[in-house]
């Protein structure tokens, strides 16, 4: 018996070192690792038209050896430290990449692709086939931000910047403060592949501030918003309308309203604290209409009249000039996306298709030309929650410290 256990003890033994051995030899390791050394890290893009049927593709890569050496007193620098600039064209984007990885020591790398920019004059010739690649591809991000720029996307990469290490970043911030569209690569998709296929990205231009002392300095400045139907740009937002549509989009978070109160000769600032949009779609005696409700909750931030906001009657008079002004805006930009545009990046295609399917499924092949004929009813409803820590008006207070 002692015997058939040592032997039946060595058979395991046997079996379950050969299941170990073999176990090692599904380990893969890392024999295919790439090392961060070995990589080029793209922080952001720059698609550009380059002459008839080429595109030139501008990428910002990082350079690790910036971050060595610096003292803890020193600022962002520049973005000529930070990062380069390197750019190649070709047939399309997946040429220009082949060609520019073949003159770069590392790989090149999109995982950290934040920022995408298509230069004016390629939006206006189209922009899917370029946005099919940046999909397809398996490493760039599709939450990363996408911009149309005012001359040459390139230009914006080789800004320097200061507060930020380099210049997509500081784009990628104040998209982020939401003063402006904000609007990712799968969203861009989803609205030219929707109901209306139209879409709205963020519309920067490089500017110039002129110093009295220093020399002048370039920075990127927001402009609007540029407007695309299907897949080109036919026009553009300018800054008044693109906070219009910021309240039809339901966008809205750090924005100042100031509006004068009627018969007052000065006016009152609010930050909107909470807003609420929705759309009504509405078909009556043939003739289609969106209703347009906007519910807001706002503070006020000063207030130069003598109006005293804890008297109802002063405050009915505020909350009336807010709605008005909010009104108004949102009216601007309607008037300017349909009639102008005939764009409907607000998507009321989706609404209408979702409330009326049978009666979509008969415009939905002429739907540019129904869209302009679409009448905008714009309901607001504003209420100041919130007055600030001082309860007395402006010239209160000054009557106050003049006696």
Not at 338 to 352: G, P, T, V, Y
Request: proline content about 4%.
């Amino acid at each position: 018996m002692s015997a058939l256990k040592s032997k039946s003890l060595l058979v395991k033994r046997i079996l379950l070192f050969l299941s170990f051995s073999g176990s090692l030899l599904l380990l893969g390791g890392c024999w295919d690792r790439v090392e961060i050394n070995d990589l080029a890290i793209v922080t952001a893009a720059a698609i550009d038209e380059k002459g008839a049927n080429r595109v030139e593709l501008s990428l910002q890569i990082f350079v690790p050896k910036s971050m060595g050496g610096q003292g803890q007193g020193q600022g962002g620098g520049g973005g000529g430290e930070k990062t380069v600039v390197i750019s190649e064209s070709g047939t399309n984007l997946a040429d220009a990449l082949s060609k520019l990885q073949m003159d770069f020591p590392r790989q090149i790398f999109w995982g950290q692709c934040k920022v995408f920019i298509f230069g004016e004059k390629l939006a206006r010739t189209g922009i899917y086939e370029h946005l099919d690649f940046l999909l397809r591809h398996p490493q760039p991000r599709e939450r990363g931000y996408m911009f149309v720029s005012k001359g040459k996307a390139k230009n914006v990469l080789e800004l320097q910047t200061t507060l930020e290490p380099y210049s997509g970043e500081a784009v990628r911030e104040m998209t982020n403060i939401g003063t402006v569209l904000k609007v990712t690569m799968q969203d861009l998709d989803e609205m030219l592949t929707g109901f209306s296929q139209a879409a709205a990205l963020p519309y920067i231009r490089v500017a110039t501030e002129k110093m009295e002392i220093k020399k002048p300095y370039k920075y990127t400045k927001f402009i609007g918003a540029a407007v695309f139907r299907k897949d080109r740009m036919v026009g553009a937002l300018p800054q008044k309308e693109t906070r219009g549509l910021l309240w039809l989009k339901n966008a809205v978070k750090e924005y100042t309203v100031t509006a004068r109160p009627r018969g007052e000769k000065r006016e009152v600032s609010f930050t909107p604290r909470s807003v609420h949009v929705s759309l009504d779609p509405k078909i009556r005696n043939k003739q289609w209409e969106m209703i347009v409700k906007v519910k807001t909750d706002g503070m006020l931030i000063q207030n130069q009249t003598k109006l005293d906001l804890y008297n109802p009657k002063d405050l009915k008079l505020v909350e009336q000039a807010y709605e008005a002004d909010i009104k108004q805006r949102v009216e601007a930009a309607t008037r300017k996306i349909q009639h102008d545009l005939k764009a409907d990046i607000n998507n009321f295609a989706e609404e209408f298709h979702r409330k009326y399917p049978r009666q979509w499924k008969q415009v939905e092949n002429r739907w540019e030309e129904v869209f302009p004929t679409v009448k905008v009813h714009v309901q607001v409803d504003a209420n100041i929650r919130r007055q600030g820590n001082i309860n007395e008006p402006e010239k209160t207070r000054e009557g106050v410290r003049n006696e």
